[in-house]
């Protein structure tokens, strides 16, 4: 099997069983999985882990981390969804992607193994599962000191959740989003994300959250006899270096300048977490501070070009938007931006764009590419009944091709929105 035969057939299975979802129904199970890595030998057993979830700022939080911990010398697996131009992003050593000639031989392995399972009668893994079990072999298999593991969707039922009790359980801030699976309030989706806290997991460490958030991962954590942290903000006070319930501020990271206000946050959720795990992987303050400041994440707040500034933010649903708007109206105060944007219609589409009128020039909008999408002109007639300046664009290369034109080289042109258009967004700024 070639690189190019792999990603076209995982391209050509379902991302998730069922295909469809019905609120309040238990839809999804970690039993194909747990066949297929059975199959497999297990791999996820020989691989000690690190498990994040939450609603923002997962995938950031999990690069920093990496990255932390690569600096201060260990062999770190990442693993994180979705991808925004290659499958290979998803599964990293350090921040390198696996070799495209490395994940074809292994998608052959599982792709044999599913194969195999269809034949028996036990069932089609989906795409998900089987490649978070391809990142679990190949983890297992480079021999990594440890794995950073991302949920894709919940915790409780994602297919990541069948790692034994992980060394430390991360929670990045939890908002609404998935309703339609993890339920339509913030109790109900933190319920589910609080599934990845089992016995056994080292310690849960948690951002800064809603109270009703809180209580829920508190109680999990209680119920299943685990320690509970929480990583402060990061312009909180320094304090000492000894751990509570409460883990203030790496004081060596307070003068690193971080691009986008919420990555200094995602930053310190990821110092924390170093702090948390240093009886098992020490790693010095010199090699987190080196971490954080050379952690490049696609995508996430990215600087594409200057003059006009073009940003790239996967922001998708309403506290993403919110949060982007925070961190632009910061770095550019006063300013009014020209946005591309396209959206799923499943999301809570009029938040993100009440979040993001305020601060808007004028919308350039696009369709991803996704069954989900909203069509970029009901897009576009809902900017304008708002009162805003909106016209469609046939692509992404075409929005940016218009912002483009419309643009001084003060402007600063920001896409946001789905990770299905913001990778061909980035695309059309890469050799």
Not at 58 to 75: D, R
Not at 81 to 105: K, Q, V, W, Y
Not at 192 to 210: H, Y
Not at 408 to 423: E, P
């Amino acid at each position: 099997m070639t690189y190019e035969e792999a990603a076209a057939y995982f391209a050509g299975i379902p991302p998730f069983v069922p295909r469809k979802v019905k609120p309040g129904e238990e839809l999804f199970n970690l039993d194909l999985i747990r066949v297929l890595l059975m199959r497999l030998g297990n791999p996820e057993k020989k691989i000690a882990a690190v498990h994040i979830t939450g609603t923002n700022g997962k995938g950031s939080t999990s690069a920093f981390l990496t990255q932390m911990l690569t600096e201060g010398g260990y062999k770190t697996g990442l693993y994180t969804s979705p991808a925004m131009t290659r499958i290979t992003e998803r599964i990293r050593i350090g921040l390198t992607e696996i070799p495209e000639a490395a994940f074809a031989a292994y998608a052959e392995r599982v792709r044999a193994e599913a194969e195999k399972m269809a034949a028996a009668g036990e069932g089609s893994p989906s795409e998900f599962e089987q490649v978070t079990a391809l990142a679990f072999l190949y983890f297992a298999e480079e021999a990594c000191d440890i794995a950073v593991i991302e949920a894709g969707l919940g915790g409780r039922l994602d297919a990541t959740n069948v790692i034994p009790a992980p060394l430390l359980a991360i929670f990045t801030p939890v908002s609404f989003d998935h309703m339609e699976v993890l339920g339509d309030t913030l109790a109900l989706i933190a319920a589910e994300k609080a599934g990845i806290i089992k016995p056994g997991t080292g310690a849960v460490l948690s951002a800064p959250q809603e109270e009703e958030v809180l209580q829920v991962l508190k109680g999990r954590a209680a119920e299943m006899g685990v320690p509970f942290y929480a990583a402060a903000l990061p312009d909180s006070a320094p304090g000492d270096a000894s751990l509570h319930e409460t883990i203030l501020p790496d004081s060596t990271l307070r003068d690193v300048l971080f691009a986008g206000s919420y990555q200094r946050g995602n930053a310190s959720l990821a110092a924390a977490a170093v702090r948390l795990l240093a009886d098992r992987f020490p790693v010095s303050a010199a090699a987190v501070r080196r971490g954080a400041e050379t952690m490049r994440w696609p995508g996430r707040y990215e600087l594409l070009q200057t003059d006009p500034c073009v940003i790239a933010d996967g922001a998708h649903n309403a506290a993403g938007v919110r949060t982007l708007m925070e961190s632009l109206s910061g770095q550019y105060p006063g300013k009014r931006f020209i946005f591309i944007t396209g959206v799923l219609a499943d999301k809570q589409v009029d938040e993100m764009l009440d979040a993001a009128a305020p601060y808007a020039k004028m919308f350039f909008t696009v369709t991803p590419d996704s069954v989900r999408a909203l069509p970029a002109e009901a897009l576009r007639e809902r900017l304008r009944e708002r009162g805003l300046k909106a016209e469609t664009c046939e692509s992404a290369a075409a929005a940016v091709r218009r912002a483009l034109d419309a643009a001084d080289v003060s402007d600063v042109i920001c896409a946001f929105g789905s990770f299905y258009f913001i990778g061909k967004v980035r695309s059309c700024f890469q050799a």
